[in-house]
């Protein structure tokens, strides 16, 4: 009588043993995809029918597909390999995914209010962290079949916002500084049609040559200069 319950544990343990395995997995595959999709756009000659699935542009908004789109490649992947029912596993990811670019928003904004601007670094490491979150909130629900159930309709309602809203504001961003890419003062999609002296932010390129936001998005930062 005594052995069911020792035994059931067991399996329980390994269980979530596998089930942590292939979470740490995600959170690398998510970091690395992740650091190779942000310059995707550019690899491809600014091919227009990626846009939605890659950053476009330096702004926030964009950022966050590093986290979404590798997130739910790996986890249509990674569900063949997860012994769970249907439902708990959408339910784990819907809110993992969700969680994510909320996480990588609310700590880029909390840390550039205090130190007044941003940071490589910092950025990174709130990448990073926001990653650890997703992965630890899949990895409870995961584990935990009684809070998934519960959990179901968030996770449902925050993925379908972001799979709608991440092609729509590719290509129709709104004009609020979550969208906007800080060094041109520019939304959306960069075009060469649009030279940046004519534009509030007044960049040009070396020398007083006009320079394209195009151009200004594989320019380093050291060869542009500020005129007022």
């Known amino acids: 009588m005594k052995q069911a319950p020792s035994s059931e544990r067991h399996l ?4 979530n043993g596998h089930i942590l395995v292939w979470e740490l997995m995600g959170a690398v595959w998510i970091l690395v995809a992740g650091s190779f999709l942000h310059f995707a756009f550019a ?3 600014h091919w227009r029918p990626i846009a939605a699935f890659v950053p476009v542009n330096e702004s926030v908004w964009e950022h966050l597909k590093l986290l979404f789109w590798p997130g739910l490649f790996f ?3 990674e569900w063949r390999f997860i012994p769970v029912d249907l439902r708990q596993f959408v339910t784990a990811k819907c809110l ?3 969680a994510m670019p909320v996480v990588l928003i609310t700590l880029f904004y909390t840390y550039t209010a205090i130190l007044t601007d941003n ?3 910092l950025d990174l490491l709130s990448f990073m962290v926001a990653i650890a979150a997703g992965q630890w909130i899949s990895y409870s629900l995961l584990t935990r079949p009684s809070e998934a159930r519960s ?3 968030p996770g449902l309602v925050g993925m379908a916002f972001f799979l709608i809203a991440f092609p729509l504001f590719t290509f129709a961003p709104p004009h609020i500084s979550l969208f906007e890419h800080k060094e041109t003062g520019l939304y959306g999609i960069p075009t060469n049609r649009w030279p940046l002296n004519t534009t509030p932010t007044g960049l040009q390129g070396p020398g007083s040559t006009p320079m394209t ?3 200004l998005f594989h320019t380093p930062p050291g060869n ?3 005129y007022p």
């Open 96 to 98: 993992s995914l969700t």
């Open 213 to 215: 936001c195009e151009a």
């Open 12 to 15: 329980n343990q390994r269980r």
């Open 43 to 45: 690899w491809s000659g």
């Open 119 to 121: 940071y490589l670094a």
């Open 151 to 153: 959990s179901c309709m």
């Open 75 to 77: 986890a249509l992947l």
């Open 224 to 226: 542009l200069a500020r």
